[in-house]
């Protein structure tokens, strides 16, 4: 039988440069194919193409054929008779995948409209029928909501539902998880794998993440500058890889289930907060601002940070991290809770005392290119906090390429720009100017998330390195439990604002108690098709979204999506509803708590 | 909704009232009435030019304040703006001449705005091709040429139209011709006639303007990715295009309809004046020379009701059009 899309030396350039090079797959009914690569490998542009999406300054050469028939240079109207109908595409960022202005049902009832003919009604109907499939909760009234009002994961939840109106043969989805916090990507790998039965269509899944692939694809093709460079069955890749590229790639994901060597014994006390709490005003009304309601951003935060030590702090988006960060930087007295830094409390500083705190703590930023000023030599970029900090010439003269050396740049690249630096190279000159002052902690805000895994290796490294070289503390925020695990010694998890566990890596991820910690960890995909998807059998997938930050809860905070409180008996669950779990240090904030193994 | 638009009609409420005090009290600043009757021929005694004063509530013996509280006890409590300088009522100027303005202005910018919008996102759709160059070339050279010219080019075609064909076709002097009458369709067809070019000139003017705004909104609308997924839906062009592209492109275009209708008004002065129509810009030239208080009051009012209704009118737009602001508001 010949296979459903069969794709042929396909090229694809950009106004002469070269995109995709060569590109030759296949893809069988009913079949997954996981399509991995690092950025700009051509991953996006080839899926683009199958479709005829690709935008106007794109030239493509070669053949797909879709059930026989060729795609590539047939005219729009053909084009559009097979999108959605043959074949349809799921996107990455689902909030600026629907156009604001319409209702989510109303943009589903197109979809199902656009190639059969049905009544509008009728549209309708299926639309929320398909709401209801993909798991959106009171499809009928959700339907009437416009994108805006959705979660980012109702929001892809919906895009697959639209995917789905036309039941096509082929579903392309291009990282349809990258944007969603781990909880969420779980959910949605679900939801896809159910569109997918139903459909009984093939899908092309497009992702940078291994362990997204490996639990959901039956063949991988690994793509790298345009080119496929190694092609087989899920096993075969990740198990017997052929490549050195593809071997490489596999090295340096980080794993959660990596042995971890022993960590050296740390010093005193760095960093201590305890029950900070902040809150921001929601205002209404154009002349006259009115104070609406509460924020409660942070709500309970304790942390404990030590000398020659990483503590990472772990949460889902919104969940209050940047804003403990923000709020440890200003040195100023928290709005709630104590905050001591190297002894010293917050709030009863005098200015000169908070300066020298000032050098003491640095801080490194998520987005390399955003956090660095573009009309500056990097030389002048590091030496800043220096001068801020009144060092004289002579010392930023020596400093610099002590500095662009200890982070493994080149010391003659001091007078090159941002631009001329890869992602990568340009966290490294972060990392420079945060150390250019000789902190004692160094304040690490999601600081390889923008980077291709072998590169984030690298800064991972480095950290690693100048950590033992110079004996820093460091605060690593991050949502990635992978990353966490390579790189931390102790971790504490917030929800909603509020510390819900901490203690040493080893310790939580082994046995972790909160039953939120437990549901985190579960769902963070393995690189490994067998264990992945064997955890997929138990994994523990959370309901619905996180509750809204802007109301106080009684009880227990978590209770909403809790799996272990449905399984109480009605006075434990009382517990729950009326008591606030309270938190200790290296403890679980659970009434119940029971250490389970997950990993 | 209702509550959103009920805060911002408030709003534009106080607005207008804040004007219309300002530019009273700004109008008794800067214009000198008596230098007008001192400069009448024959002469009048200073006994009647005081006369004359106290008569319009100008005497500028009495201070500011007690005139002021005095123009808004009348103008404000009674609706009475009072008489303009050469002793008629302004309430009733205002009414003959309010008329006049607004078909001129409404014909104009109704038309120049929807043509704009259409012109904009199909040059857009066209980006860089012949049709959106040539668009592109001509309405830089609209918004480069002063309103007057405008006018005055329009009318040498006129001219020039009129004589090749030998008819009196077009015609470009008043709003009406002296002494036609007959049936009503006649006066219908008369009025027609002499509206044209005005239009033009003004619907011009807001086309060139709203199609470079239209396009560069719709030109970040056709870049989204939102467009791309109407795409992969499998819609049709027309829809992808109109459903999505300009509804969507419309929303930050109700901005700028409040400002724009600002611009009109000032070119319509000028509008007026050249195709002699007797309307609000020409009295407020007029009322600026003979140093006539309450008529320039009596424009500024005119002109703040409009710019603020229009304003209210984009406030309506832009709810309709973007159910964001709706929600949040
Ligand atoms: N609109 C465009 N104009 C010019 N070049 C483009 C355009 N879109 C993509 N490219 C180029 O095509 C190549 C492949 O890009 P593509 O988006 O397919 O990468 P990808 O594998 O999807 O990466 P990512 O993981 O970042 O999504 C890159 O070199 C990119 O710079
Ligand atoms: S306290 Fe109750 S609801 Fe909260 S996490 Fe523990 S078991 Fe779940
Ligand atoms: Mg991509």
């Known amino acids: ?152 994961g109702m929001r892809q939840r ?17 990282e349809p998880t990258t944007a969603l916090d781990v909880t969420i990507q779980a959910q ?97 009304g154009t002349v006259v601002k009115r104070r609406t309601g509460t924020v409660y951003a942070v709500d309970g935060v304790d942390l404990d940070v030590r000398r020659g030590e990483t503590l990472a702090l772990v949460g889902e988006s919104g969940s209050g991290k940047s804003t403990t960060l923000f709020e440890l930087l200003e040195l100023a007295a928290p709005e709630g809770g104590t905050v001591e830094l190297f002894g010293q409390r917050l709030g009863s500083l005098t200015p000169a005392e908070a300066k020298a705190l000032r050098r003491r703590v640095q801080i490194v930023f998520q987005d390399p290119m955003a956090s660095l000023d573009p009309r500056m030599p990097v030389g002048d970029i590091i030496a800043e906090p220096l001068r801020t900090q009144g060092a004289d010439r002579a010392a930023v003269a020596r400093r610099v390429p002590e500095l662009l050396t200890q982070v493994g740049l080149d010391p003659a690249h001091a007078d090159r720009f941002p631009h001329q630096f890869s992602g990568g190279q340009r966290q490294r000159v972060g990392i420079a100017r945060a150390l250019s002052v000789a902190p004692e902690l160094l304040v690490l805000d999601e600081p390889v998330s923008a980077l291709d895994v ?25 949502h990635d ?45 393995l690189p490994d098709p067998e264990r992945e998807r064997e955890r997929q059998r138990s994994r523990i997938l959370l309901a619905g979204d996180p509750p809204s930050p802007t109301r106080r809860y009684d009880g227990c905070r978590f209770r909403t999506r809790c799996p272990l409180y449905v399984q109480l008996t009605v006075d434990e669950q009382k517990r729950c509803a009326h008591d606030v779990p309270g938190f200790e240090q290296d403890g679980a904030a659970c009434h119940f708590p029971r250490a389970r193994t997950v990993l | 909704m209702p509550s959103y638009l009920v805060k911002r ?81 302004v309430d009733a100027e205002f009414g003959r001449r309010i008329g006049v303005s607004l078909r001129l202005l409404l014909a104009g910018t109704v038309l120049g705005t929807v043509a704009g919008v259409l012109a904009g996102a199909w040059t857009a759709v066209r980006q860089y091709r012949f049709s959106d160059r040539a668009v592109t070339v001509i309405s830089f050279a609209l918004l480069s040429t002063p309103v007057f010219l405008l006018a005055i080019l329009l009318k040498t075609g006129a001219i020039w139209f009129n004589q090749t064909t030998g008819t009196d076709l077009i015609q470009f002097t008043g709003e009406k011709s002296p002494g036609v009458d007959g049936g009503f369709w006649t006066v219908l067809g008369d009025r027609a006639v002499h509206l044209l070019l005005p239009t033009l000139s003004v619907a011009l003017f807001a086309l060139a303007g709203y199609s470079r705004y239209q396009r560069s909104s719709m030109l970040d609308v056709l870049g989204s990715d939102y467009l791309r997924t109407a795409r992969a839906k499998g819609l049709g062009r027309r829809a992808v295009l109109l459903r999505h592209g300009l509804r969507t492109a419309l929303i930050p275009m109700s901005t700028y309809f409040s400002y724009g209708f600002l611009a009109l008004f000032t070119g319509a002065t000028f509008t007026e004046t050249i195709f002699g129509w007797h ?45 964001r602001i709706r929600k949040t508001s």
């Open chain 1, 188 to 284: 949605i790998l679900d939801v896809l794998r159910t569109a997918q039965r139903e459909t009984g269509a093939a899908v092309l899944l497009v992702s940078h993440d291994l362990g997204v692939i490996a639990g959901t694809a039956d063949r991988v093709a690994v793509m790298r500058d345009g080119r496929i460079v190694e092609q087989g069955t899920a096993a075969e890749v990740f198990h017997r890889p052929r490549e050195p590229y593809t071997r490489q790639l596999l090295a340096a994901v980080p794993r959660i289930d990596a042995p971890r060597e022993p960590r050296p014994p740390t010093g005193g006390t760095v960093l201590k907060v305890r029950g900070l709490t902040r809150t921001f005003p929601v205002l209404k």
């Open chain 1, 454 to 478: 072998s590169v984030q290796a690298g800064v991972l490294d480095l950290l690693r390195r100048l950590k033992e070289e110079l004996g820093l503390a460091y605060l690593f925020v991050s």
């Open chain 1, 1 to 152: 039988m010949s296979p459903l899309l069969d794709i042929t030396s396909l090229d694809v350039d950009f106004g002469g440069e070269a995109a995709v090079r060569d590109v030759n797959l296949t893809l069988d009914r009913g079949e997954v194919l996981g399509l991995v690569g690092e950025s700009g490998s051509g991953k996006s542009v080839t899926a683009l193409s199958v479709l005829g999406l690709l935008p106007r300054n794109a030239t493509a050469r070669g053949s797909i054929r879709l059930d026989g028939t060729e795609l590539l240079g047939a005219g729009e109207r053909a084009l559009t008779r097979i999108r959605g109908d043959r074949a349809a595409m799921v996107f990455q960022d689902p909030l600026s995948a629907f156009t604001p202005v319409h209702r989510i049902g109303d943009q589903i009832a197109e979809a199902v409209r656009a190639h059969r003919d049905i009544g509008r009604e009728q549209a309708r109907t299926r639309a929320v029928e398909l709401l209801d499939l993909v798991g959106i909760p009171e499809p009928a009234l959700r339907a009437k909501a416009f994108p805006h009002e959705f979660s980012g």
């Open chain 2, 279 to 323: 309307g609000m810009g020409e009295w407020f030239v007029n009322s600026i020379g003979k140093n006539d208080v309450n008529s320039v009051v009596a424009v500024n009012i005119f002109a703040a009701v409009t710019v603020l209704f229009s304003g209210f009118l984009a406030d309506l737009l832009h709810a309709a059009l973007d159910p």
């Open chain 1, 158 to 174: 919906a895009m697959i539902a639209m995917a789905m109106a036309g039941e096509p043969d082929l579903i392309l989805a291009d």
């Open chain 1, 481 to 525: 439990l992978s990353v966490v695990r390579n790189i931390a010694d102790r971790v504490s998890v917030v929800y909603l604002g509020r510390t819900v566990e901490a203690g040493p890596v080893d310790e939580v991820f082994a046995r972790p108690r909160h039953p939120y910690t437990q549901a985190l960890l579960s769902a963070v995909p």
């Open chain 2, 9 to 89: 009609l408030g709003y534009h409420a106080v607005l207008l009232l804040a004007a219309v005090c300002l530019s009273y009290l700004l109008a008794s600043l800067a214009l000198d009435p008596r230098s007008y009757y001192e400069g009448r021929q024959p002469p009048l005694s200073p006994a009647a030019v005081d006369h004359h004063l106290t008569a319009l509530g100008l005497d500028d013996h009495q201070p500011l304040r007690e005139r002021f509280l005095h123009w808004a006890d009348r103008a404000l409590l009674h609706g009475d703006l009072g008489r303009t300088i050469d002793g008629t009522s």
